[in-house]
């Protein structure tokens, strides 16, 4: 069955200390991949995306995301994080033309300041 | 940004009840609608998906009867679970997504909390 891996259920950091989230899918097949993140008491919001093209991925909040389709990966990344990174992370796939979203089960990040 | 608005926030109800949840597109037009439901410290997981004036489009094991779903306009979706009992308490989030593109994204409400007594 398709599903989506995040294996980094709590994560727990430092400000400045550098972030890299996993996230791996199982489908052969062509994928949209997405991040999204909800920050506490707010809804899921789209970090990042990738349809593709360049599979390095820039997206908001100095976050960026890598492509690797020999690994089905899709990992999160951030050079420096930041007290208001602390938040639920959420990496979700779509699979071929298929407009239904299937996320992983979440990583909760909390900064330490 | 395009909001979606989801009400209640949180509802709390004896069992046996039906409680209705709304999903509305605020400044989108959203023709296709998702429901999920989250467990605690779990993952999403779509229940169905609905498309304008159609008939929705449920997930293996959800029940079409239990958990049925209206989207009558571009802007609304309804969610009413029928006769709702305690193990159908959980956090009830809805999407839509605008146009027909694949480049268009869901954009997410804030969710439902639903406890049944």
């Known amino acids: 069955a398709q599903s989506v891996s995040q294996h980094n259920h709590h994560v727990i950091l430092s400000e400045a200390a550098s972030l890299e989230l996993g996230c791996n899918y199982s489908y052969g097949g062509t994928v949209n991949l997405f991040w999204y993140v909800q920050y506490p008491g707010q809804h899921l919001q789209l970090l990042l995306k990738?349809?593709?093209?360049?599979?390095l991925v820039k997206g908001i909040k100095g976050f960026e995301a890598e492509f690797i389709k020999s690994k089905f990966s899709f990992n999160l990344r951030k050079p420096s994080v930041q007290w208001s990174d602390t938040a639920e992370y959420f990496c979700a796939v779509r699979m071929d033309s298929s407009y239904k979203l299937i996320f992983g089960s979440g990583t909760r990040l909390l900064v330490r300041p | 940004g395009a909001v979606v608005s989801q009400h209640p926030s949180w509802v709390i109800c004896k069992s046996g009840t039906s409680v209705k949840i709304e999903c509305r597109s605020l400044?989108?037009?959203?023709?296709?609608m998702f429901w999920y439901r989250q467990f605690p410290k779990q993952s999403l997981m779509l229940m169905a998906t609905s498309n304008e004036g159609s008939k929705a489009t449920y997930e293996q094991g959800v029940e079409k009867d239990k958990f049925l779903i209206n989207h009558a306009s571009l802007t609304l979706s309804t969610l009413t679970v029928t006769s709702a009992h305690p193990e159908d308490s959980s956090f009830y989030i809805c999407?839509?997504?605008?146009?027909?593109?694949?480049?268009?994204?869901?954009?997410f409400g804030d969710g439902t909390r639903l406890s049944i007594l």
């Open positions: 400044d989108f037009q959203a023709t296709t």
């Open positions: 990738y349809f593709s093209g360049d599979p």
């Open positions: 999407s839509a997504r605008g146009g027909q593109g694949d480049n268009q994204p869901q954009h």
